[in-house]
């Protein structure tokens, strides 16, 4: 071989490599929630790189399901079905079958137990059957064993985990062999959320809580296209947030003798039970008209909520005018700052909604957000199960 073509073979022969390298790397669907991250936080002007995603590819603003709450909501957009059909009914909630206990989303012993799950399957069980392989860097469900499955990589919740770490996990992933490589991947951050709540959704904090994971979804994508790992990647939230103060307070003992309910949730929605024996005087005082608050029987909420056909759904919903705070004797949580959980029409529960690298573009509008399921799936090449939605965002991919 003369030295003129060893030279250029072994010039080639790198870019070759490396070529192939990119040409091998299929394209990895990763889903990003940034819980809380009300719709037009993304107008701020404090979010360089997700406006940058949004702007290449495309945004919306996603409409959550009743109750505007995160446990519902996520598992909501993962298995595409409303909460009264997924089973999680809200942060809290009672089976008729198992009275004496309550789940919550701060209760493990409960929170992880299949028996509350096993209504839907979420989109990473299905992908597994499918032969994908899937890695949860956090998603409300992934470390519940439903139905005997888990993700082949699932980490336990714990809000200590730095959010640099858990980009570099999901980076970490990436960097594996093929054969052990995860298609689809989850992430969640808590940072706006907790912001929200705290402070309100006008705060300074918000701003620097939306600046911080901003700069985190600019390190995933560079790291990505460091290793030049093409992504299909959607950034959604679960709900919005709202303002509250001390100033717009119902109170429930006013109405009614606290001992004559169980209030499995308060807030901006109330959750009711009637304590036993007590039926008629509660219906009487609750159902009829009241300033800032509506309450329904399950049964008879307004159609356009999909919500009260599920068991777990207490007797009667309460829900308060945006902005308002129904709380049943002392709250155990401060009434200031941020809350969710109204109306799914109340605009500032809108949530978040970008998409990047998959073939959507421009301004998607106002979605359910049970469509991000189909799309999802579409995006990772599963079939996916019967739902609740009708595929519109899905409809929209070439
Ligand atoms: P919410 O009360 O609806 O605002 O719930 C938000 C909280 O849910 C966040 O502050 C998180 O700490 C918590 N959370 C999120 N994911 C999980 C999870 N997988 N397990 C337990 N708690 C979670
Ligand atoms: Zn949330
Ligand atoms: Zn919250």
Known sequence: MNRLLSLLLALALPLAA???????????????????FRAD????????????????????????SFPTKTFPNHYAMVTGKRPDNNGIVGNNMIDPRRPQVKFS????????????????????????????????????GSEVAIGEHRPPDWLRYDEHVGYAQRVNTILDWMRRPADIRPA??????????????????????????????????????AGLAAMRQRAHILI?????????DESRIVQLADLIDLASIVAVETGPYAAIEP??????????????????????????????????????????ICIAEPGWS?????????????????????????ALFVASGTGLNGDVGIVDNIEVYPLLMRLIGVTPLPSDASGVLAKRLP
């Open 326 to 350: 129904i709380i049943a004797g002392t709250p155990s949580w401060p009434v200031k700052g941020g809350a969710h959980g109204y109306d799914n029409q109340d605009s500032e529960m809108l």
């Open 184 to 221: 689809f991947a989850t992430l969640y951050f808590e940072a706006v959320d907790d912001a929200g709540h705290k402070f309100g959704p006008d705060s300074a904090e918000v701003n620097a809580a939306i600046s911080e994971i901003d700069k985190r979804i600019g390190d995933l994508t």
């Open 275 to 316: 304590a036993a024996g007590t039926d008629d005087r509660v219906y009487e005082a609750l159902l009829k008209p009241h300033d800032h608050m509506t309450c329904n029987r399950r049964e008879e909420l307004p159609e356009r909520l999909h919500y009260g056909h599920n068991p777990r759904v207490a007797a009667i």
């Open 18 to 36: 490396q070529a192939q390298d990119a040409g091998v790397r299929d394209p990895v669907t990763i889903l990003i929630s940034i819980d809380g």
């Open 236 to 244: 959604v939230a679960d709900h919005g947030m709202r303002a509250i």
């Open 105 to 140: 989303l701060g209760d493990p012993k409960q929170s992880l137990d299949p028996f509350w799950w096993d209504e839907a399957e979420p989109a990473w069980i299905t992908a597994g059957k499918a032969g994908v392989r899937t890695a949860t860097m956090f998603w409300p």
């Open 41 to 64: 936080y993304l107008d701020r002007g404090i979010t360089p790189n997700l406006s940058r995603l949004a702007d290449e590819g495309a945004h919306g603003k996603l409409r959550p």
